[in-house]
Every structure is written in C-alpha cells, then in structure tokens.
C-alpha cells in the first residue's frame, strides 16, 4: 500500500482515538461494524453525534448585534393642539328660513308679446303693494309676473329684493342665482344675493357679490352695505392665513423630525455595516498567496482502492468521510507534499453542521475545487453570499502549526 496512504490512514486511526465522536458520523456506520464485529469496545460518543460548536467572542459579539435591531433614537417634539381663537366680527345676521322653495317660472313656456305686457302690469302692482308695505301681496304679485315670463331676470331680482325685506335671505338667494342663470351681468342679481348672504353671515361671499354688483351698477346702497360687510371679511382672511401658516410650520417641523430620524437610522445601519466588516476582516488570514496558510498537503484522499489494510471493503470511496466525491484534488496550494499535517483537527470539520451540510451542495464544493486548483479564483467568489463565508470558515479550520 503506498505509503502516503498509510501515514493518511494512521493519521485517522490517532484522530479517532482523540475524538471518538469522528465516529459517530453515519458514513463511518460499516467502520463502527467493522471494528464492533472485530470484538472492539466503543466509548458511547462513537454512537451519539454531538455537535460542539465553538464561537470567538467576536461570533458571539456578532450574533448578539444581528438579532438586535439598531435604536435610532426620535426626538418627538411635543406639539401643541392649535385652536383657533374666536373671531370678533361685527354686524347683525338673521335666522336662515326654512320654507318651502317659492315658486319658479318654466323655462320652456313660450313668452309671447302678451305675456310680456301681462307680466309688466303684474310687476306695476306689485311694486305698489310694495310701497304699501303689503310684503306678501308684492310677492303674488310677482310670481305672477315670473310665470307669465319665465325668462326675464329682472322679475326673479325684484322678487329677491321683496325676500330680503321679509327677512328671508334663503329665498332671496334662489331668486338671486335664478336671475344671474338668465343673464350673468345682472347687477341687481349680484346685489340681492350679496345682501343675503351678509343677512346670514357669509361675509367673504357677500363681499364678493357686492363688489361685482358695484362695478355692473354702483348705488349708494351697495356702498353701505360693503362697510359693514369688507371689515368681517378681511378679518376671516386673516385669520385663514393665520392657521394655515400654523399647520403648515407644524408639518414642516413634522416633517424635519421625520428626515432626521431616517439619516440617524441610516447612519446606525452603516456603521454596524461597517463594524461588522472590520470584524470579518480581522479574522481572515492575511492574503492568499501560497495557498490556506497551514494548508491539507495532499488534499483529502481521493478514492483509497484497495480499502484500509485488514479487510475494510473498498476502501473509502470518494475520499474523507463525509467530504466531496473525489477528494479535494491537488490539496490546498501552498502545503507540504505527502500527507495532511498532524495538527489539522478533523473533529472539528466533522462536528460542524455547517461544513458538513455545505459539503454537500453542488455550488460549493465546486467553489472550493475552483480555489484549490488556483488560489488565484478566491476573488471571484468572495461576492458570493454562499461561498464567501464557508471558503473563510475553512481556512479558520485548516490553521498552520501552532
């Protein structure tokens, strides 16, 4: 048998009496047999396969830091409740009315030359019952007038007039918009709904009105009324500028404190990125020339024809238990020809789940012949997430002499 395969072999034998856990590992179950049919008494670690997986303070550190989520400490501003204060407006306002909506023409009757007088004399009595202070009789009058000409914005307007000095600004609206569909210039259209409007408080939109109606038709009336109605209307601008200027700050602040706490936890992520290389880097052995420093002269035995000396059936195919098929070729760069090393502790790759479990996966084991063959090709596999960490726990196991 040659003799780089025996010393190999003799070499097992001594890493077996120092671990006999190395032979709890299910490839090694004909050895067990083997020996146990030989009359051989094993320790019970031979048959119970533990695994003792020794971590640096640094894995340690590592782990603890990975389960951690980093803290990103938030500065909440407490935020007062913004209330708006009361504003003092002046000017009396009535109850909105509550009718039933009065009577309107229909658009689609045809006005004919006598409808058009008849309607006229129907406004003549109306503005005389007006004169009178006969309200209500105005507005008979009135929609008597609307209905016999729908279409004449001038009777909606006056009717709006009469609600007004009812008190009935509501009323006075619907007759107002109805007067400004038929003809969008009526002044006294814009001037009866503008008053209305100032009856029920709605001072922007009153002055609004007032000042269109003033420009179609200036009166001394308009001109009042818009004293009264300007002074509120600035002061609820104002005052909308005011809190809008407020909550808009207040979500600027919000918003700051937002930006700051994504950067302070972006910077958390990064430095912990970074820790965590420096970590890494500190660990991995100082460069690759020359191969995995201490290196596995000869690399794990390829196939052993012929099996162990005294009758193990063929051999141990395939190379170490547990390893890749066909044995790591040409061992790793930079060993001493002619066997593995005493000091490479074998127990320690067969009790790591991790290796075992990698040695079985395609894409690694062909990695790792990649970089036995030429050290060179570690670099293209350092970006890999699979490979990188098994190719560095390997050379963590396979240290030099002591």
């Given at each position: 048998?040659?003799?780089?395969?025996?010393e190999?072999?003799?070499?097992?034998?001594?890493?077996?009496?120092?671990?006999?856990?190395?032979?709890?590992?299910?490839?090694?179950?004909?050895?067990?047999d083997?020996?146990?049919?030989?009359?051989?008494?094993?320790?019970?670690?031979?048959?119970?396969k533990?695994?003792?997986?020794?971590?640096?303070?640094?894995?340690m550190?590592?782990?603890?830091?990975?389960?951690?989520?980093?803290?990103?400490?938030?500065?909440?501003?407490?935020?007062?409740?913004?209330i708006?204060?009361?504003?003092?407006?002046?000017?009396d306002?009535?109850?909105?009315d509550?009718?039933?909506?009065q009577?309107?023409g229909d658009?689609?009757?045809?006005?004919t030359?006598?409808c058009?007088?008849?309607?006229?004399?129907?406004?003549?009595?109306?503005?005389?019952?007006?004169?009178q202070?006969?309200?209500?009789?105005?507005?008979?009058?009135?929609?008597?007038?609307?209905?016999?000409n729908?279409?004449?914005?001038?009777?909606?307007?006056t009717r709006?007039?009469?609600?007004i000095?009812?008190?009935?600004?509501?009323?006075?609206?619907?007759?107002?918009n109805?007067?400004?569909?038929?003809?969008s210039?009526?002044?006294?259209?814009?001037?009866?709904?503008?008053?209305?409007?100032?009856?029920?408080?709605?001072?922007?939109?009153?002055a609004?009105?007032?000042?269109?109606?003033?420009k179609?038709?200036y009166?001394?009336?308009?001109?009042?009324?818009?004293?009264?109605?300007?002074?509120?209307?600035?002061?609820?601008?104002?005052?909308?500028?005011?809190?809008?200027?407020?909550h808009?700050?207040?979500?600027?602040?919000?918003?700051?404190r937002?930006?700051?706490?994504?950067?302070?936890k972006?910077q958390?992520?990064y430095?912990?990125?970074?820790?965590?290389?420096?970590?890494?880097?500190?660990r991995?052995?100082?460069?690759?020339?020359?191969?995995?420093?201490?290196?596995?002269?000869?690399?794990?035995?390829g196939?052993?024809?012929?099996?162990?000396?005294?009758?193990?059936?063929?051999?141990?195919?395939?190379?170490?238990?547990?390893?890749?098929p066909?044995?790591?070729?040409?061992?790793?760069?930079?060993?001493?020809?002619?066997?593995?090393?005493?000091?490479?502790d074998?127990?320690k790759?067969?009790?790591?789940?991790e290796?075992?479990?990698?040695?079985?996966?395609?894409?690694?084991?062909?990695?790792?012949?990649?970089?036995m063959?030429?050290?060179?090709?570690?670099?293209?596999?350092?970006?890999?997430?699979?490979v990188?960490?098994?190719?560095?726990?390997?050379?963590?196991?396979?240290?030099?002499?002591?």
């Open positions: 048998m040659d003799a780089t395969k025996l190999e072999l003799k070499q097992f034998i001594e890493e077996c009496k120092s671990s006999p856990s190395i032979l709890a590992d299910p490839s090694l179950l004909f050895f067990r083997y020996l146990e049919s030989l009359g051989a008494k094993l320790p019970a670690s031979a048959h119970k533990s695994y003792v997986v020794e971590e640096s303070d640094e894995e550190e590592e782990k603890e830091e990975s389960q951690v989520e980093p803290q990103v400490e938030e500065e909440e501003e407490e935020e007062e409740e913004i708006e204060s009361d504003l003092d407006l002046e000017g306002t009535v109850d909105p509550n009718d039933p909506p009577k309107m658009p689609s009757v045809e006005v030359e006598e058009r007088d008849a309607s006229q004399k129907a406004k003549a009595k109306a503005m005389e019952a007006l004169s202070g006969k309200l209500e009789e105005a507005i008979e009058h009135l929609t008597e007038a609307i209905s016999l729908p279409s004449s914005a001038i009777m909606y307007a709006a007039t009469v609600y000095k009812m008190k009935k600004p509501n009323a006075a609206i619907r007759d107002a109805a007067a400004l569909e038929i003809n210039d009526s002044a006294k259209g814009y001037k009866s709904r503008g008053m209305a409007q100032a009856m029920l408080g709605q001072w922007e939109d009153a609004k009105d007032l000042h269109l109606a003033s179609l038709d009166d001394e009336e308009i001109s009042a009324v818009l004293k009264k109605v300007e002074p509120n209307a600035h002061r609820i601008e104002e005052h909308r500028r005011k809190y809008e200027r407020l808009k700050e207040r979500g600027d602040r919000k918003a700051e937002e930006r700051q706490r994504r950067r302070a972006a958390a992520e430095e912990k990125a970074k820790k965590q290389e420096q970590s890494s880097s500190s991995k052995p100082g460069g690759m020339p020359g191969g995995f420093p201490g290196g596995m002269p000869g690399g794990f035995p196939a052993m024809p012929g099996g162990f000396p005294g009758g193990m059936p063929g051999g141990m195919p395939g190379g170490f238990p547990g390893a890749m066909g044995g790591m070729p040409g061992g790793f760069p930079g060993a001493m020809p002619g066997g593995m090393p005493g000091n490479v074998f127990s790759i067969l009790n790591d789940p290796l075992m479990a990698a040695f079985s996966d395609p894409e690694i084991m062909a990695a790792l012949q990649d970089v063959k030429n050290p060179a090709n570690l670099a293209k596999h350092q970006a890999n997430p699979k990188a960490p098994i190719l560095a726990k390997m050379m963590g196991k396979f240290a030099g002499p002591q």
